[in-house]
C-alpha cells in the first residue's frame, strides 16, 4: 500500500517559469516531509523539508507548501533552471532522523530553454 | 568532511549467488538505514541499525540481512539473488536523538542480477 502518492509523474516546464509537484500523504501520524533531489546515477539528495506545524518553509527558490487537513503538501520552484531538471521525491516519516522514509514515486523535472 | 561513502559502485552477479554491500555513514552520524531503489522508482526502505542491531525492517524477506559494526559502519547482504534484486542499494546515514537530524544518503551501489 503506497502510503504517499506524487504527482505528476514528469513535467517539463521552460526556465524561469514555475516548477510545481504535489504528494498526499494517507497516515496522520507522518510528522516530517523532506524533498529530495536526485540526478541520474547519483544519490538522493535533501533539497527542503518541513514539519505540520508550519505551513510554508522557503529556501532561496525552493518553497515547501503544506496543507495539513488536507494531508497534501507541494513543492514549487521559482525561476526554474536548467540545472534543476532532476527526478524529484517527496517523502515522509513519522520523526525526525531516525525513523524510515515513505518515498513518493518520483516527478521526472525537465526545464527547457 | 566525507559524506556517506559506499562500495562497490556497480557490481554483476548470478541468480543464486551472494553479495555484499558497504556503507560507511557520514562523519558523527551512529544510525544506518538502506533502501532499494528500483529503474523509475522511489527509493524502499529495508532496514536500519543503530548500536549494532537491527531497529527497523521494512517489507522484505529474510534473504536481506545486515551488520553494523562498532564503528557504525554497515554491511547489506543479500543471498540467494533474484533477477528482480536488481537496484540501486543505497545507505542513508543520520544521528540518532531528537531535533530535526538530517538524513544524509550515499551515492548507491548499482547491482545487476543476470
Known amino acids: 500500500q503506497q502510503q504517499v502518492k506524487q504527482s505528476p509523474q514528469s513535467l517539463i516546464v521552460q526556465k524561469g517559469g514555475i516548477s510545481i509537484i504535489n504528494c498526499a500523504y494517507e497516515?496522520?501520524?507522518?510528522?516530517?516531509f523532506p524533498w529530495y533531489q536526485q540526478f541520474p546515477g547519483k544519490g538522493p539528495a535533501l533539497l527542503i523539508a518541513?514539519?505540520?506545524?508550519?505551513s510554508e518553509k522557503k529556501e532561496g527558490r525552493f518553497t515547501i507548501s503544506f496543507n495539513k487537513s488536507a494531508k497534501q503538501f507541494s513543492l514549487h520552484i521559482m525561476d526554474s533552471q536548467p540545472g534543476d531538471s532532476a527526478t524529484y521525491f517527496c517523502?515522509?516519516?513519522?520523526?525526525?532522523?531516525?525513523?524510515?522514509?515513505?518515498f513518493g514515486t518520483g516527478t521526472r523535472l525537465t526545464i527547457i530553454p | 568532511d566525507a559524506g556517506v561513502t559506499q562500495s562497490p559502485t556497480h557490481l554483476i552477479k548470478t541468480r543464486g549467488q551472494q553479495v555484499t554491500l558497504r556503507c560507511s555513514p557520514k562523519s558523527g552520524h551512529d544510525t544506518v538505514s538502506w533502501y532499494q531503489q528500483a529503474l523509475g522508482q522511489g527509493p524502499q526502505f529495508i532496514f536500519q541499525y543503530y548500536e549494532e542491531e537491527e531497529r527497523q525492517r521494512g517489507n522484505f524477506p529474510d534473504r536481506f540481512s545486515g551488520h553494523q559494526f562498532p564503528n557504525y559502519s554497515s554491511e547489506l547482504n543479500v543471498n540467494a539473488l533474484l533477477l528482480g534484486d536488481s537496484a540501486l542499494y543505497l545507505c542513508?546515514?543520520?544521528?540518532?536523538?531528537?531535533?530535526?537530524?538530517?538524513?544524509?544518503f550515499g551515492e548507491g551501489s548499482w547491482l545487476t542480477v543476470v
Open positions: 542513508a546515514s543520520s544521528l540518532a536523538g531528537p531535533g530535526g537530524n538530517t538524513i544524509y
Open positions: 497516515n496522520t501520524a507522518f510528522d516530517y
Open positions: 517523502a515522509a516519516s513519522m520523526s525526525f532522523g531516525n525513523e524510515k522514509l515513505t
Open positions: 518541513i514539519r505540520p506545524d508550519v
